[in-house]
């Protein structure tokens, strides 16, 4: 369904960033479906670490909750992800290592931009998202209330946790170790580096459950070691690696308060959400887990909370497996 040739771009000329700072910047979006004439069948599905709009199929089609035939599906690629203005793609100087820090809030004030700009549409019937997609679609949901109607927030917070910060951190440290790496500015690829950080990261992103399980068998996987070889191994080859490390930092800055209008207030943040929130973590997922969004639940006006009962670990919003994908579609049916 998703073809790369229908890409679209948006330009934000000498765009303000959250950091102060003021450049020039692309937003590489897909539309899917026809926008009606109250245009108020607009979903937004923003993409998530190391993905482009290429990745974001599992949840569309005329069976699906996003059914293309009934809603307008937005798709804004992620700064940092090689796709929209990134370290790999931007001009000198401020290309490579010096590519700016580009928040999640940073990401949200260009999408609105876009669809204000662009489609003049004032209302948004639904933002969805995993992952760092998820974190867009909370940062919609505080960021203009009065617009977004719906969010769904698959395996992510409204704030990056401690312990996620120190986790992305030793993947920092695993990629940068490569011996080419020459502070960003390298000849190529650093690829020893994605590899040391792949296999480092292989054991978060599916956790215990699904070693325990053995569900790797159903995968075509021998053993976690063919796993690691087969699957891990060359993840990240081909995304640049300052464009990887730029999304780390999106992810660890992450946090729906820290901005003027709450001055870092998350409780305040909360609350201001007027939008219906479905929270779907996956119950093993190591860096997301249920427990802080339990915790966000308390103060949400209008949340839900709603566990996939996954062993896939973070992969849970992923749909890895029809049980999983099953779960989220009907949620978000259920929503809409």
Excluded at 205 to 218: I, T
Excluded at 254 to 281: C, R, T
Aim: glycine fraction near 6%; charge should be neutral.
């Amino acid at each position: 369904m998703i073809i790369d040739t229908n890409i679209k771009s948006y330009v934000l000329d000498n765009f303000l960033l959250k950091s102060g700072k003021t450049l020039s910047l692309n937003l590489s979006y897909l539309t899917l479906g026809e926008l009606n004439d109250k245009k108020d069948n607009v979903i937004v599905y923003p993409t998530r670490y190391a993905g482009t709009h290429m990745e974001q199929d599992y949840l569309i089609g005329e069976q699906l909750a996003l059914n293309p035939k009934k809603y307008f599906i937005i798709i804004p690629n992620m700064f940092c992800n090689g796709v929209s203005s990134s370290p790999s793609n931007n001009p000198q100087p401020l290309n490579g290592p010096n590519f700016p820090l580009i928040t999640i809030q940073d990401n949200v004030t260009a999408q609105h931009n876009l669809i204000k700009n662009i489609f003049n549409i004032k209302k948004i019937k639904l933002v969805v998202g995993w992952s760092m997609g998820g974190q867009q679609a909370y940062q919609w949901a505080a960021q203009y209330q009065d617009m977004v109607e719906n969010i769904v927030v698959m395996c992510a917070h409204a704030k990056t946790s401690g312990h996620t910060h120190v986790f992305l951190e030793g993947m920092y440290a695993a990629l940068t170790s490569d011996l080419n790496w020459n502070e960003g500015n390298y000849k190529e690829q650093p690829n020893a580096g994605k590899t040391t950080m792949a296999m480092a990261w292989a054991g978060w992103a599916l956790g215990q459950n699904w070693f325990r399980e053995k569900l790797y068998l159903k995968d075509g996987y021998k053993n976690p070691q063919e796993v690691l070889d087969k699957l891990w191994k060359t993840i990240y080859y081909k995304r640049d690696a300052n464009d990887l490390l730029a999304m780390i930092r999106t992810w660890q800055e992450h946090d729906i308060s820290n901005n003027d209008k709450f001055n870092g207030n998350l409780i305040e943040a909360l609350k201001s959400i007027k939008a219906k929130v479905i929270l779907m973590p996956g119950i093993n997922d190591l860096y997301f887990p249920p427990e802080e969004n339990k915790e966000e639940l308390k103060t949400l006006k209008n949340g839900k909370l709603e566990i996939i009962p996954s062993n896939y670990g973070h992969y849970a919003g992923a749909a890895k497996s029809k049980e999983d994908l099953d779960f989220v579609n009907n949620q978000i049916k259920i929503l809409l």
